[in-house]
């Protein structure tokens, strides 16, 4: 265990404005530090955050000027949690439909194997719609093509603490999804350069009235050809992949 080890949170925002008071105080009441950042949201989200902002001094806030997805939200929250010195950058989505109460678990988990991304595995309530578990069943089943493995149990859930300087280093040299595909693109790109993938269970409830940014037709067909890229490009490194499987179990 690392003295170094220095942790904190990670949460877009886009269009989740009247959750994420809720949400920052959920986690900064188990000792995180969090970083919220506006992906380029409109006024009325925007006004949300200066009211979390000033209730809440500490929190750190990153602006982006224009939306750039969720993945380009969490990428500049990674950066910005780098250049202020933490190790670790815990993603929890500012919707509220991830409980908080797992959080030191995750650390903990997080703090033996410091080198390793601590997934949420959820377990839905039984507001979850069908098409929702319905869909991660079909990502899960490439996801295992394309990793060669069953070590990604799910490669959907925004609720995960990862290694910045891994999270870095791939993102200085990969080409990632920056929107819907973010969650399943980097997930698979690490497993590629050897980075540990541990799971936790972590209830996910859907609150009624709350508000999606998932949009059926063009995030489906996103997430099949990010599928499309990522089969492809295992392919281009089965040797290195199968190279990897055999050193690990050797």
């Not at 992906?39 to 000033?54: A, F, L, P, Q």
């Amino acid at each position: 265990m690392s003295e170094a080890y220095n942790p904190c949170a990670v949460v877009p925002v886009y269009r989740h404005g009247k959750t994420l008071l809720g949400v920052v105080q959920a986690i900064m009441s188990r000792g995180l530090p969090v970083i919220v950042v506006d992906d380029g949201n409109e006024s009325e989200t925007k006004g949300y955050i200066e009211g979390v902002k000033k209730a809440i001094p500490d929190v750190e806030v990153v602006t982006l000027a224009v939306n750039g997805g969720k993945g380009a939200a969490v990428l500049a929250g990674i950066f910005r949690a780098r250049d202020l010195g933490y190790t670790h950058a815990f993603q929890i989505d500012a919707d509220g439909q991830h409980d908080a109460g797992p959080i030191a678990q995750f650390i903990e988990a997080s703090r033996q194997k410091p080198e390793a991304v601590i997934c949420g595995y959820p377990v839905y309530g039984e507001s979850a719609p069908s098409s929702r578990k319905n869909g991660r069943k079909i990502t899960n089943f490439w996801v295992a093509i394309e990793t060669l493995s069953f070590d990604i149990q799910d490669a959907m859930c925004g609720f995960r603490l990862y290694p910045v300087a891994a999270v870095c280093k791939l993102a200085s040299r990969a080409h990632l999804g920056l929107r819907m595909t973010f969650d399943i693109d980097i997930i698979v790109r690490l497993h590629w350069v050897g980075v540990r993938t541990d799971f936790l269970p972590i209830g996910v409830t859907y609150p009624e009235g709350g508000v999606s940014n998932f949009r059926m037709v063009r995030d489906n067909v996103a997430i099949s050809a990010v599928h499309t890229r990522l089969f492809f490009g295992m392919i281009v490194r089965l040797p290195l992949i199968l190279l990897r499987k055999a050193k690990r179990h050797g």
